[in-house]
């Protein structure tokens, strides 16, 4: 079947621009996570949700970043008056449950020039 | 707050040799650590979840050992191969911190045929 999707796969855009990344987790995946990676380092944790609701968003750096699973299955990461170091790569990942193994999506590369 | 270590950062070994990657966390207290690799310009790729009450998994070439005690786990990548050559990321679900996961920051391996 198909794994996460993750659209656009690349995104420029400028400083002071508001931008949404989107991500489609594998069908029938409860728990839906947003992570933020800069190069040469590992992934840093932003946002979980199980089903609809975020059930920790304690990794969001202020309160320009939003996000939203209105239905339970597509995610999108929402970012207003974006900043150059807003510049990374944002991972999308799933899990048939919270215990269970993620699998990421490619992620979307975001430049902000 | 949960702290994750891997050594080397990076690592260079000719074809077939077995090979050792470490990862170290700072608090015992976990639910679960996985393995991934990534390759350049991609998303992460599960390898192995070991539990925690679990002291290994095995994947084909791939074995994964936890030692909650000390906070250490080692993926061992047996007869390695070119195909090998990736970034291999540790990650530790705490017990205690919500349902993220906490990665470190990668050791970059290179198999040479």
């Known amino acids: 079947g198909a794994g996460v999707s993750q659209t656009p796969s690349n995104k420029v855009t400028e400083k002071g621009k508001y931008v949404e990344l989107r991500c489609d987790p594998i069908s029938g995946h409860t728990a839906l996570y947003w992570y933020r990676q800069s190069l040469g380092q590992g992934p840093e944790f932003l946002i979980y949700f199980q089903g609809t609701g975020a059930a920790d968003d304690s990794g969001l750096p202020n309160d320009r970043f939003f996000a939203v699973r209105p239905e339970g299955s597509v995610s999108t990461l929402k970012i207003q008056r974006t900043e150059r170091g807003d510049s990374a790569v944002y991972l999308c990942a799933s899990s048939l449950e919270g215990n269970s193994p993620l699998h990421f999506g490619n992620g979307t590369r975001l430049t902000v020039t | 707050k949960q702290e994750v270590t891997q050594i080397p950062a990076a690592l260079s070994v000719p074809e077939g040799e077995n090979l050792v990657l470490n990862c170290s966390f700072t608090d015992s207290a976990i639910y679960n650590l996985q393995w991934f690799r990534q390759d350049p310009g991609k998303g992460l790729t599960s390898l192995l979840l070991?539990?925690?009450?679990?002291r290994e998994q095995t994947s084909g070439r791939l074995n994964a050992s936890l030692d909650k005690s000390s906070g250490r786990s080692t993926l061992y990548i047996a007869a390695s191969q070119p195909g090998d050559s990736a970034t291999y990321l540790c990650?530790?679900?705490?017990?205690?911190?919500?349902?993220?996961?906490?990665f470190g920051p990668g050791t970059r391996l290179s198999v040479l045929p």
């Open positions: 070991i539990q925690s009450s679990q």
């Open positions: 990650a530790v679900r705490p017990s205690d911190y919500g349902q993220n996961f906490v």
